[in-house]
């Protein structure tokens, strides 16, 4: 009895106005601070534990997923404001349309939800001049909640400074084949020279006959002249097809052998946003489960956290920061043979 009074006693006392003011200037000071040093450009995602908090606290599992939210949008709060530019969040997977058909449709439905609660918060998107992209499959959801990703990609188009990239419905495996498939069509298809050859100065250049010599004869002039047409008016094209094949039509193909890792990543959702510096997982849960297998790279810093998405807060972030700022420092460490390995951090701090 004396410790729940406690407990009761404890939270009063962090609601009171008061306490509310100290912590919210404790904050700012600490995203300051955290401002003064390196920032990732790029964070990820896996909000994994709603369902986990719901059973632990008792609540319908719509009620976890609601939490899940709010985490969500305070943590984005804190992104933002200590200036990273792309947050990615794993809303949805492909593989859970092989549940249930009542589970699956409990999900779309949810995810309407979500959708609309994230543009009521506008605000927060508005304040730091970020935009949504929803990243996936389009076509395997429903056309009512592709017409809500539409608009909510619509109302914040003009946001530049910051990305919320949502992958719904998503996984890796998926966006590589669309990734593979999209740079074999785009070098399957042919290209006309005259579309890639420069212009030839030469060409423009109007040619005025020379009055012929009295000391040539006939032949020789018209030799000549014929000699002197020929190789002002015919440019060369050599280097169109340094990279490339050409038919018989004129067409111009790239060369496959050109084809690289820029090259399907130029294919890839994420084309365009800066590489993956920090990928987080919450619930303890030790696997990416088909999340961002391409842009998890060397230099990407993966975390495991013991505590459930609901839970997650500035309290279980700012350590990970700063552990994340402390190895940007000190530069990346070698692995074995020589080979620099991805840095894989569990923590197993619980946040309360």
């Known amino acids: ?28 000071m600490l995203i300051g601070a955290l401002r003064q040093g390196p920032i990732p450009q790029h964070v990820a995602f896996v909000m994994d534990g709603n369902r986990r908090y719901a059973r632990k606290s008792h609540i319908e599992t719509v009620e976890g997923h609601n939490l899940g939210f709010e985490a969500l949008a305070r943590i984005l709060e804190v992104c933002y404001k200590s200036g990273v530019k792309v947050v990615t969040i794993y809303a949805f997977s492909i593989e859970n349309f092989k549940r249930s058909k009542y589970e699956v ?45 539409d608009r909510a990609e619509k109302s914040t188009a003009t946001n530049k400074k910051a990305t919320l ?16 498939k999209s740079t074999i069509a785009e070098y399957s298809s042919p290209i006309s020279n005259s579309t890639l050859a420069p212009q030839n100065p030469l060409s423009q250049l109007s040619i005025t006959p020379t009055p012929q010599s009295p000391s040539l004869s006939s032949t020789e002039s018209e030799s000549l002249s014929s000699g002197s ?6 440019p060369d094209t050599s280097h169109l097809h340094e990279n490339g094949t050409s038919n018989s039509e004129g067409f111009y193909y790239l060369d496959p052998e050109t084809i690289t890792s820029e090259s399907i990543a130029a294919h890839l959702f994420t084309a365009g946003t800066p590489p993956l510096d920090l990928l987080i997982r919450t619930s303890g849960v030790e696997r990416l489960s088909d999340f961002m297998l391409w ?7 993966i975390v495991f956290l013991e505590c459930l998405w ?11 920061l700063v ?19 991805p840095d894989v951090i569990e923590r197993s701090t619980q946040v309360r």
């Open 310 to 320: 609901p839970d997650f807060d500035l309290w279980g972030f700012l350590p990970v």
């Open 105 to 149: 449709d409990s999900l779309m439905e949810m995810a309407m939800v979500k959708l609309q609660q994230l543009l009521q918060h506008g605000a927060l998107l508005e304040r730091y001049g970020a935009c949504i992209k929803v990243l996936g499959q389009r076509e395997l959801i429903k056309p009512d909640l592709r017409a809500a990703i």
């Open 165 to 180: 990239n949502v992958c719904f419905p998503y996984t890796s495996r998926d966006e590589i084949t669309t990734a593979i």
């Open 323 to 341: 552990e994340w700022q402390w190895r940007k420092r000190k530069g990346i460490k070698e692995g074995a043979f020589g080979v620099v390995q």
């Open 229 to 234: 047409s020929s190789t002002t008016l015919s």
């Open 1 to 28: 009895m004396p410790s729940t009074q406690f407990s009761r006693t404890g939270k009063w006392l962090l609601r009171s106005p008061p306490v509310e003011w100290a912590i919210m200037q404790l904050r700012e």
């Open 295 to 301: 842009q998890c790279h060397e230099k990407t810093d």
